[in-house]
């Protein structure tokens, strides 16, 4: 039996469509394996979003050389972005290359098998209006078997102008709930715990009987009527999973309503966790990169977050260094991280991307060491944060969720509470995938350290005082 190899870098969502691959090229009487000198099929699933995420890839690649000198049968594939937006000029550029298949065009793959295995190479980075993979049942790979992503909408309709998503995913469009609810159920039959609902932008999923986003205006208002907004499809979830955990990324302020803000503290089994990418705190920036609000009217959405959920935690991205960001600028986005402190966050220098609108419309004219130095900056400053975040939770109880064991000591699990914050505690008797509560008592500014208590009582809302 042939044997294929599936490598992902980038965002979880290419972690989740390399699952959908997997269960596709399974069907080809391919089995999975995890050591590249078995495989007779190399495929990696591609990032585009920061030159540094391509340079990484193109790394990768030249390694395989040497292999495919072994194994002179041996196939090289590259999905995803980069795929996407280099199309077949990645077979020039990269000789090494066999098989350039976009994010929409995973279902062609049996037919592009065949192709290659004829010694022709073979692309297909066709964008879809429809395609979800809403009917493909994904194969968990590597998996802790406790926590697992479920994908609910596919491309971005955003335009922000730093960004090279809805250039290679291509336009929004959601998922039918039924087949969500259809795989989350499988999921929950084989004893996983927690599900991320999956989306660029999770907040505008909108099914109403299918097709993009933007047609949405177009139909009859009694299908909109009846159209099942991201809030219902939580509702949804919830309800008919009330022992699984709940989360989802990637939450767009602009989108995030108080529709969705009041299902999540109605319901205890969704976490109290929202990523809220900000990118910059300055207004001139947010609008030069076609952010659709303002800072105020972020910190409003941050205001109104922790009135409805006081112990939801809020992380973010920010991007040092856009074209024209001044070191006022800067200064402005430390001040809004002043203001919201954020539990924890993901922070880049910004990176041009061919064929954005940042990339036609402005000079990248920040310099490297400016660049570098803000970045800096952010980071520390974001360090500071997360360990105030941290400690307010000792001498706290916490629901944490076992994934596996921690990776300093094979006497410790490693897990999450809900705010999504890794909680290491002694193993006892417990096992992966049970619900423990934590008494933290010791803390680091990304972990929180702890010891397991016998506490029948259930937790309100995750945190409950130890001296209640
Ligand atoms: N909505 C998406 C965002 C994907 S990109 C999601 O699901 O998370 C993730 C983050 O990468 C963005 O929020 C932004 O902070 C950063 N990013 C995107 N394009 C970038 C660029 N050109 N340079 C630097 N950082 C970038
Ligand atoms: Fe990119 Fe903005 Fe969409 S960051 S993925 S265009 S929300």
């Given at each position: 039996?042939?044997?294929?190899?599936i490598?992902?870098?980038?965002?979880?969502?290419?972690f989740?469509?390399?699952?959908v691959?997997?269960?596709i090229?399974?069907?080809?009487?391919?089995?999975?394996?995890?050591?590249?000198?078995?495989?007779?099929?190399?495929?990696?699933?591609?990032?585009?979003?920061?030159?540094?995420?391509?340079?990484?890839?193109?790394?990768?690649?030249?390694g395989?050389?040497?292999l495919k000198?072994?194994?002179?049968?041996?196939?090289?594939?590259v999905?995803?972005?980069?795929?996407?937006?280099?199309?077949?000029?990645?077979?020039d550029?990269?000789?090494?290359?066999?098989?350039?298949?976009?994010?929409?065009?995973?279902?062609?793959?049996?037919?592009?098998?065949?192709?290659?295995n004829d010694?022709?190479?073979?692309?297909?980075?066709?964008?879809?209006k429809?395609?979800?993979?809403?009917?493909?049942?994904?194969?968990?790979?590597?998996?802790?078997?406790?926590t697992?992503?479920?994908?609910?909408t596919?491309?971005?309709d955003?335009m922000?102008?730093?960004?090279?998503?809805?250039?290679?995913?291509?336009r929004?469009?959601?998922?039918?709930?039924?087949s969500?609810l259809d795989?989350i159920?499988?999921l929950?039959?084989k004893?996983?715990?927690?599900?991320?609902?999956l989306g660029?932008?999770v907040d505008?999923?909108?099914?109403?009987?299918?097709?993009?986003?933007k047609?949405f205006?177009?139909?009859s208002?009694?299908r909109?009527?009846t159209s099942?907004?991201?809030?219902?499809l939580l509702?949804?979830?919830?309800?008919?999973?009330p022992?699984?955990r709940?989360?989802?990324?990637?939450s767009?302020?602009?989108?995030?309503?108080?529709?969705?803000?009041?299902?999540?503290?109605?319901?205890?089994?969704?976490?109290?966790?929202?990523?809220?990418?900000?990118?910059?705190?300055?207004?001139?920036?947010?609008?030069?990169?076609?952010?659709?609000?303002?800072?105020?009217?972020?910190?409003?959405?941050?205001?109104?977050?922790?009135?409805?959920?006081?112990?939801c935690s809020?992380?973010q991205?920010?991007?040092?260094?856009?074209?024209?960001?001044?070191?006022?600028?800067?200064?402005?986005?430390l001040?809004?991280?002043?203001?919201?402190?954020?539990?924890f966050g993901?922070?880049?220098?910004y990176?041009?991307?061919p064929?954005?609108?940042a990339?036609?419309?402005?000079?990248?004219n920040?310099?490297?060491?400016?660049?570098?130095?803000r970045?800096?900056e952010?980071?520390?400053?974001?360090?500071?944060?997360s360990?105030?975040?941290?400690?307010?939770?000792?001498?706290?109880?916490?629901?944490?969720?076992i994934?596996?064991?921690?990776k300093k000591s094979?006497?410790?699990w490693?897990?999450?509470?809900?705010?999504?914050?890794?909680?290491?505690?002694?193993?006892?008797?417990?096992?992966i995938?049970?619900?423990?509560?934590?008494?933290?008592?010791?803390?680091?500014?990304?972990?929180?350290i702890?010891?397991?208590?016998?506490y029948?009582?259930?937790?309100?809302?995750?945190?409950?005082?130890?001296?209640?």
């Amino acid at each position: 039996m042939k044997k294929f190899y599936i490598e992902s870098y980038g965002c979880q969502m290419n972690f989740a469509d390399s699952e959908v691959v997997a269960s596709i090229v399974s069907k080809e009487g391919y089995t999975s394996t995890q050591s590249l000198n078995d495989a007779d099929l190399i495929l990696l699933n591609t990032c585009s979003i920061r030159e540094k995420a391509e340079q990484t890839i193109r790394k990768r690649l030249k390694g395989f050389n040497k292999l495919k000198r072994k194994n002179k049968n041996l196939k090289v594939g590259v999905l995803g972005c980069m795929a996407e937006r280099l199309k077949s000029q990645f077979l020039d550029e990269e000789k090494i290359v066999d098989l350039v298949v976009g994010p929409d065009a995973y279902k062609d793959i049996p037919n592009l098998i065949k192709e290659i295995n004829d010694g022709r190479n073979a692309v297909n980075v066709i964008l879809s209006k429809e395609e979800t993979y809403g009917d493909i049942n994904p194969i968990r790979l590597s998996s802790n078997g406790v926590t697992a992503f479920v994908s609910i909408t596919r491309g971005c309709d955003n335009m922000c102008t730093f960004c090279v998503v809805p250039f290679t995913r291509g336009r929004e469009r959601s998922r039918d709930p039924k087949s969500i609810l259809d795989e989350i159920k499988k999921l929950v039959d084989k004893n996983y715990k927690e599900i991320t609902l999956l989306g660029q932008n999770v907040d505008s999923y909108l099914w109403y009987g299918g097709g993009l986003k933007k047609d949405f205006k177009k139909i009859s208002a009694l299908r909109q009527k009846t159209s099942i907004n991201f809030s219902k499809l939580l509702k949804l979830v919830a309800e008919s999973f009330p022992l699984l955990r709940i989360r989802f990324s990637t939450s767009n302020p602009q989108d995030m309503s108080s529709d969705v803000i009041k299902t999540m503290s109605n319901y205890y089994n969704i976490c109290n966790h929202i990523h809220l990418p900000v990118q910059s705190g300055s207004n001139k920036i947010l609008k030069a990169m076609n952010r659709q609000h303002t800072r105020e009217e972020y910190l409003e959405l941050i205001n109104q977050i922790k009135k409805v959920m006081p112990d939801c935690s809020i992380s973010q991205d920010i991007i040092s260094g856009f074209p024209n960001e001044t070191q006022n600028d800067h200064e402005l986005t430390l001040d809004l991280m002043e203001k919201v402190k954020y539990d924890f966050g993901y922070m880049f220098k910004y990176s041009e991307r061919p064929g954005t609108l940042a990339s036609k419309k402005f000079d990248d004219n920040v310099s490297e060491l400016n660049k570098k130095n803000r970045l800096q900056e952010i980071v520390d400053l974001q360090q500071k944060h997360s360990y105030y975040r941290t400690k307010s939770f000792m001498g706290k109880i916490v629901e944490v969720l076992i994934e596996k064991e921690s990776k300093k000591s094979n006497s410790q699990w490693s897990g999450r509470n809900q705010q999504n914050t890794v909680v290491v505690f002694e193993k006892e008797d417990y096992k992966i995938g049970d619900f423990v509560n934590v008494l933290i008592t010791d803390c680091t500014s990304a972990t929180l350290i702890g010891n397991p208590i016998n506490y029948s009582k259930k937790l309100k809302n995750g945190i409950i005082y130890s001296n209640n």
